[in-house]
């Protein structure tokens, strides 16, 4: 049987989110410590962090393990001092409910001409285009992992055609699975609506460029190609998109996240006709729901139990 170790105290390292509810959801139940105290404390030994300080981890002498309070992790490996412990992320069906909310909306919202009945309301026009069923509608999905399994559900329960893309490739009932880089263009040419979910990574930053836009399919009654993108902003480069929404490449963009966030005001998508524009906002993490599988994961492995939903660190996700 592994030992038992000691309950360790905890480091709040959060940039850009409120810590209030974090630090008192954790302090009911463990030490914790806000940044900017803690740097080279020695009796810290888990840091949970949103966008650390760079090189704040690396001082502490005694951390066993870092947890994400969000699913991506790109903002741990910004800093290049990483200290070599267990990175944990969040995989939770809080948050996979919520993208999956997002993602039936941004697509079923393209689908049923929510942009084209919007302008007419504005200027009360009462015109019906045609109507296409789902069934004629392929979603590709970038990114066929815990967020893209559960979206590729909920859009084949409705009748949409689901393909996806992941970089293994590994299958999935009822969706048309395409992996690696091989396979990625046949998956855009089979693609009417691409849903990113894509984790950033030195593999897939800039991915979304104007040449990739350009080989999705536009063949039927939606009247054009699709971009939803709600995995990171540096997966995608803003003026391509731009580019290609006014040469027609895309009918249509839903945006959750930009190359620079806050999007600048200066930045032409803001007054876009054909861009929906919603602020990393769609799957939040929630610490009601986020905090107690974290603590249990540290109580787990002081009871000498392996940690779960570590990140792969040569692929950083
Ligand atoms: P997972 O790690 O479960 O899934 C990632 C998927 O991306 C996997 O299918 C993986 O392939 C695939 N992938 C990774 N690298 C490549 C590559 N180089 N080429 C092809 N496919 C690749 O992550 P989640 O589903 O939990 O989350 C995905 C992302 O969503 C997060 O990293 C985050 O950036 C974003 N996110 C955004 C939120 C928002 O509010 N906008 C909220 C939460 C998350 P394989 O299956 O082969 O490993
Ligand atoms: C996440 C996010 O990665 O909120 O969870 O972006």
């Known amino acids: 049987m592994a030992a038992q170790i ?16 974090w630090y008192e959801l954790i302090a009911a139940r463990r030490d914790v410590t806000l940044e900017p ?5 020695p009796s810290i030994t888990y840091a949970v962090v949103w966008k650390q300080r760079p090189n704040l981890l690396s001082s502490l002498p ?7 309070i969000g699913a991506g992790v790109d903002h741990i490996f910004r800093d290049p001092g990483v200290p070599n412990v267990p990175i944990v992320r969040v ?19 393209h689908h049923r001409q929510g942009a084209l009945y919007r302008n007419q309301q504005a200027r009360k026009v ?3 285009p045609p109507q296409r069923p789902a069934s004629d509608i392929a979603v590709g999905i970038m990114g066929l992992g815990n967020l893209g399994r559960a979206a590729a559900k909920a ?26 880089e091989r396979d990625l263009i046949p998956f855009l040419n089979a693609t009417d609506i691409l849903v990113v979910l894509l984790p950033l990574t030195p593999a897939t930053h800039g991915i979304l460029d104007y040449g990739l836009l350009k080989e999705l399919r536009r063949r039927n009654g939606l009247g054009g190609a699709v971009l939803i993108n709600a995995g990171r902003g540096q997966l995608q480069k803003d003026d391509d998109i731009l580019r290609a929404l006014d040469d027609g490449t895309l ?8 190359e620079t966030e806050p999007l600048p005001e200066t930045s032409a998508l803001w007054g876009h006709p054909k861009v929906f524009i919603t602020p990393h906002a769609a799957a939040t993490s929630d610490p009601a729901h986020l905090v107690g599988p974290m603590l249990d994961q540290m109580d787990a492995l002081e009871r000498g139990e392996p940690l779960r939903n570590t990140v792969d660190r040569q692929q950083q996700y």
């Open 62 to 68: 005694n951390l066993r393990a870092i947890f994400s």
């Open 126 to 128: 009462w015109y019906e």
């Open 155 to 180: 859009l084949m329960a409705l009748g949409f055609h689901v393909n996806g893309w992941s970089r293994r490739g590994e299958p999935m009932e009822g969706v048309t699975v395409f992996g690696g």
């Open 37 to 41: 105290d803690g740097e080279a404390d």
């Open 91 to 109: 995989v939770a069906e809080n948050l996979t409910q919520y993208m999956t909310e997002y993602v039936v909306w941004r697509v079923l919202d």
């Open 251 to 258: 009918k249509e963009a839903s945006l959750d996240v930009f």
């Open 6 to 21: 000691d309950k360790g105290r905890v480091l709040l390292a959060l940039t850009g989110y409120h810590p209030q509810r």
